[in-house]
């Protein structure tokens, strides 16, 4: 059974950093391209990035780069992104994901987690 479960969210204030993970299990880790997702009250879900299978960053959302940096560990088939100097429009629940191919904002993802809340606020 395919898993992916996301930790490292929380409540934090403007410009503080946070580290989100994401622990795979279930398929072959190394062989999967994987991102993570977003989505904010009233919003529409989106690709906030995405990374090769060698660990080679494959798409950054225009508006996050710079600030947010995705990452994986294939020895410990874990997911990470780690975001700098969060603003309040960063809050959302994020989600990992997982596909066989590469993962762009209109291609299909074949797994996803549950999702850790991230809460930006004075």
């Known amino acids: 059974e395919v898993q992916l479960v996301e930790s490292g969210g929380g409540f934090v204030q403007p410009g503080a950093s946070l580290r989100l993970s994401c622990a795979a299990s279930?398929?072959?880790?190394?062989?999967?391209?994987m991102g993570w997702f977003r989505q904010a009250p009233g919003k529409e879900r989106e690709l906030v990035a995405s990374?090769?299978?060698?660990?080679?960053?494959?798409y950054y959302a225009g508006s996050l780069m710079g600030r947010f940096t995705i990452s994986r560990d294939n020895a410990k088939s874990t997911l990470y992104l780690q975001m700098n100097s969060l603003k309040p429009e960063d809050t959302a629940v994020y989600y990992c994901?997982?596909?066989?191919?590469?993962?762009?904002?209109?291609?299909?993802?074949?797994?996803w987690g549950r999702g850790t809340q991230v809460t930006v606020s004075s």
């Open positions: 994901v997982a596909s066989p191919t590469i993962i762009l904002p209109s291609t299909p993802v074949d797994y």
């Open positions: 279930g398929f072959t880790f190394r062989d999967y391209y």
């Open positions: 990374v090769q299978v060698m660990d080679s960053p494959t």
